[in-house]
Nanobody, 127 residues
């Protein structure tokens, strides 16, 4: 599945931003979806993931209570709402799709569990 991430930009600390991830040619309805991020010089880290139905989600501790992952299967889109952004949130954000994720038990949180990746969108948070 081909994924397209968008919504990144330059914001100030404390601001909000919403990222979107869409797919062409294939429905995302039966994919667990995730967001990862990679800061300059660092490894790609897990941010959040959501089950097929959108009923369950899991978050990295660093973003819990600030970020919210959601999906609209009718629009074939997954979102990452990011609030109270911090300079340390600066990174390229990637969305990813997994054939797993029908339930929270099978939802992957490691990059190896995801089969398809978008191209990334840059989020820069200034202090």
């Amino acid at each position: 599945v081909q994924l397209q991430a968008s919504g990144g930009g330059l914001v100030q600390a404390g601001d909000s931003l919403r990222l979107s991830c869409t797919a062409s040619r294939r429905s995302l309805r039966y994919y667990g979806m995730g967001w990862f991020r990679q800061a300059p010089g660092k490894e790609r880290d897990f941010v959040a993931a959501i089950t097929w139905s959108g009923g369950d989600a899991v978050y990295a501790d660093s973003v819990k209570d600030r970020f919210t992952i959601s999906r609209d299967n009718a629009k074939n889109t997954v979102y990452l709402q990011m609030n109270r952004l911090r300079p340390e949130d600066t990174a390229v954000y990637y969305c990813a799709a997994s054939t797993r994720g029908g339930s929270i038990v099978g939802l992957p949180t490691a990059s190896i569990g995801f089969n398809s990746w978008g191209q990334g969108t840059l989020v820069t948070v200034s202090s």
